[in-house]
């Protein structure tokens, strides 16, 4: 099955600073990624939606100047959490899928801690 | 009301039973179905897609009823290893994603 990795697979970082998360397809060419947020014993929340060379989508409620996406590649999606505060510590996964039709296969995920 | 809705469970039942488990969804016109498995602080993935005339994948057979807007997998022979969270996506007519909230499965010895 297609393979898609996560970096780093876990933060801990001071409250106010910025943390980038990648997002790599490696054997297949994503034309769409997705980021998920996940809670303790919650089900997955989309964040936004990003397609290959325009901007993302984002979830109501979701805060596209805190949380910035970059999709500058078929294979790199990038999340940025800008001025992480605690409540920001979570899960954070991103899938990729060829179409935004086509089956996601999820990364390993990324657990951010803000102290 | 919630475009996917599962039961959160858990369904705790023995080796060797048989267990099953249904997603509803809202929009008729939904396009797609699919079956995660999610592990305790793990990524989800895929179990298995749901077609129009049911599929089986070994233990596992997922099926989908349009006239009543549901999936269900079923799993026979339950294993151990079978413990999980088990999440149904749904894809609307505008391609977007829905996941339900996850239905959680223990199997005990």
């Known amino acids: 099955g297609a393979v898609v990795s996560q970096h780093p697979s876990r933060v801990i970082c001071k409250s106010g600073t910025s943390v980038k998360i990648e997002c790599r397809s490696l054997?297949?060419?994503?034309?769409?990624m997705f980021w998920y947020r996940q809670f303790p014993k919650q089900s997955l929340m989309l964040m936004a939606t990003s397609n290959e060379g325009s901007k993302a989508t984002y979830e109501q409620g979701v805060e596209k100047d805190k949380f910035l996406i970059n999709h500058a590649s078929l294979t790199l999606s990038t999340l940025t959490v800008t001025s992480a505060h605690p409540e920001d510590s979570s899960f954070y996964i991103c899938?990729?899928?060829?179409?935004?039709?086509?089956?996601?296969?999820f990364g390993p995920g990324t657990r951010l801690t803000v102290l | 009301r919630k475009e996917v809705e599962q039961d959160p469970g858990p369904f705790n039942v023995p080796e060797g039973a048989t267990v099953a488990f249904n997603c509803t969804y809202s929009?008729?016109?939904?396009?797609?179905f699919f079956w995660y498995r999610q592990d305790c602080r793990k990524e989800p993935k895929l179990l298995m897609s749901v077609y129009s005339s049911g599929n089986e994948d070994g233990r596992f057979t997922a099926q989908l009823n349009r006239a009543s807007q549901y999936i269900s997998l079923l799993i026979r022979d339950s294993k151990l290893s079978d413990s999980a969270t088990y999440l149904c996506v749904v894809i609307d007519n505008f391609n977007k994603f829905y996941f339900g909230s996850g239905t959680k499965l223990n199997v005990k010895p």
């Open positions: 899938s990729a899928a060829g179409t935004i039709t086509d089956t996601q296969y």
């Open positions: 054997d297949f060419q994503a034309t769409t």
């Open positions: 929009n008729s016109a939904s396009q797609s």
